[in-house]
């Protein structure tokens, strides 16, 4: 492991994330890149066949990504969300020196013009646990995050006035079985995970619904699951069937 030091500059804003990613990625040497943040876990089980797939498909020039399916958990470990709005495919794996840089605030990967890559799918899965947290833990993300993208006073406006995160009726969101990676597990001191399933936190104030609890996200995530059809929002490009 090289650690590689940088300077954060918060007059860039959220696009400091991409900016800390390129001087990262700009480091890299080898024939693929990948990448993984802090809150993103690969389960073990998938790192060889990984590692196999990189070598099958280093020959082929069409390729210039790998693209991950996700698993976003949301509130505790044992619940997933899997509905539109929420990511089902990312790209984590990259092709070294053909230009690509890391865009917007660091969630995927183009071309300086914008132009999106060609991928391959990497049949490998990314953990998602940047929504796993105690309520108090949550809410304080949640206000570094738009604080980044909004005016002080608009994060007050928006986030105030709550000490902890309401996550909402989660419990009605998909369960998972044995998902987590198997050589990490939660430390049970760690006062995360243990989320109220229904209802607001105490004392806390009303809330706005959140994006798939909406009549809209509802329809888009039931056309979803009955047709397969995805209809998110996508970074990459053209999907390879090799």
């Not at 369960?175 to 597990?185: L, Y």
């Amino acid at each position: 492991m090289r650690i590689v030091d940088a300077v954060w500059d918060d007059r860039r804003r959220q696009g400091i994330y991409a900016d800390l990613t390129n001087v990262a990625l700009d480091s890299c040497t080898g024939d693929w890149c990948l990448y993984v943040q802090a809150d993103e876990v690969l389960h073990e089980d998938d790192l060889a066949p990984l590692r196999a797939r990189c070598e099958e498909l280093l020959g082929d020039r069409r390729v210039e990504g790998l693209l991950f399916d996700y698993l976003h958990f949301f509130g505790d470990y044992g619940h997933i969300q899997d509905g539109h709005g929420w990511y089902q495919r990312e790209i984590r794996v990259i092709r070294n020196g053909i230009g690509v840089r890391s865009v917007r605030d660091a969630q995927s990967f183009r071309y300086p013009d914008q132009r999106r890559i060609t991928v391959a799918p990497a049949r490998a899965r990314v953990f998602h646990y940047g929504w796993v947290r105690h309520p108090r833990f949550m809410q304080a993300k949640v206000r570094e995050f738009w604080s980044h993208r909004m005016s002080p006073e608009e994060v007050e406006a928006a986030h105030g006035g709550r000490e902890e995160f309401d996550y909402g009726p989660w419990a009605g969101s998909p369960g998972t079985t044995g998902a987590t990676p198997p050589s990490w597990r939660p430390d049970p001191g760690d006062g995360l995970g243990r989320v109220p399933p229904r209802g607001r936190p105490p004392g806390s104030v009303r809330r706005q619904r959140h994006r798939d609890e909406r009549l809209k996200y509802r329809l888009l995530t039931g056309f979803t699951r009955l047709t397969g059809v995805d209809l998110n929002h996508t970074n990459h490009g053209r999907v390879l069937k090799v």
